[in-house]
């Protein structure tokens, strides 16, 4: 037995946008196999392993959000492509632990929910990005305004 990553495919009936799908297959030498090669291939349409796990289900909007990201941005460029083929040959086995444990699947959704929103909504996820950095930039300018208002008028200095 034999585990293919097949790479992505373009499919020209997408029009502008280049469309890649990924897959897996899972190739059981077999005399007499169905593909012409003495080989039974069973395979999938590149799924996300541990998103899957998180979420319960490679239907789920949270899945397609990222199974969207890495066909239109990661597996259009060498680098991505090379992430995507270590993601591969990592994640089944970490998918399988995640899976298997409530607490892991809820904690793995956790880190992927900004993710996912970030690909989802990235104006959105920017501008709370630089908000953030405003904040951790400005926290020392801001505790004594802070001060003054919580404690109701009176600076108190240490």
């Not at 680098?79 to 298997?100: C, E, H, M, T």
Request: glycine fraction near 8%.
């Amino acid at each position: 037995m034999r585990v293919e990553i097949v790479h992505a495919t373009f499919d020209p009936e997408e029009g502008n946008n280049v469309a890649f799908s990924p897959a897996i297959q899972v190739v059981i030498p077999f005399p007499g196999g169905g593909d012409g090669t003495g080989d039974v291939v069973f395979g999938t349409d590149g799924l996300c392993f541990i998103a899957t796990a998180a979420y319960g289900s490679w239907l789920d909007p949270h899945v397609a959000t990222l199974r969207q990201f890495r066909d239109r941005w990661l597996l259009t460029n060498a680098p991505g492509q090379s992430f995507v083929d270590w993601y591969y040959r990592v994640s089944p086995p970490l998918a399988d632990w995640i899976a298997a444990r409530d607490w892991a699947r809820a904690l793995v959704r956790g880190v992927l929910a900004p993710v996912v929103l970030a690909i989802a909504y990235p104006v959105a996820a920017g501008v709370m990005l630089l908000l953030l950095i405003a904040l951790l930039v400005f926290r020392r300018r801001l505790r004594p305004l802070l001060s003054f208002a919580i404690i109701g008028g009176s600076v108190r200095h240490p």
